[in-house]
């Protein structure tokens, strides 16, 4: 049976205690942290940059997984390497203003695990040319910008044509969802075959982090 990763988003954390809140997670069992990087143009929001990043790297040996919901993610990708990503996620949208396959290879040949993202409303078809070149697909189930949003269960079906475009591989992609992820919907999101499921509000506002994560992943 595989390990279903818990990637926690620390967009849902308290931000005035951040170092605290990161090593619970992780000795909660978290998997990654889980990082959005909003601009207020790609999506109508901002949240934080490559500092906060390197600051999160300070605390924690787990994996930092960077998803870059930002224009010209080619320009700035390299400063989250700087700042101690093992992962960076860029948008497959045209509003994303880059060029796909030279952002991933620029983010695989600095290091990192590169991985590529796809709003609700974008089809899975505009992914399909890049699944050979990246690592990680992540699958929004709600529109990016903002916490809290109620899971897309029609989302499910783009989850289940990459489980199927892994079984004809040999190098597999890690499947990724984001949004609305509880207890039920992480059970759905598995159950249709993503493996990683990134989760703020389900865990940083759970009195037992550790009992969340459980549940996330099935063995609560």
Known sequence: MQHIIVASSILAADFSRLTEEIRRV??????????????????DNISFGPEIVGIVRKETKLPLDVHLMIQRPDHYASRFVKAGANSITVHVEREADHDVEKTLRLIRDAGCRPGLSLNPATPFESVEPFLDKIDILLVMTVHPGFGGQSFR????????????????????????????????????????????????????????????????????
């Open 26 to 43: 992780e000795q909660a069992g978290a998997d990654w942290i889980h990082c959005d990087i909003m601009d207020g143009h790609f999506v």
């Open 153 to 220: 269960p029609e989302m499910m079906e783009k989850v289940k044509r990459a489980a199927e475009w892994n079984k004809s591989r040999q190098r597999k992609i890690d499947i990724e969802v984001d949004g609305g992820i509880n207890a039920e919907t992480a059970r759905l999101s598995i159950q249709n075959g993503a493996n990683v499921l990134v989760a703020g509000t389900s865990i940083f506002r759970a009195k037992d982090y550790r009992e969340a994560i459980r549940e996330l992943r099935g063995s609560g």
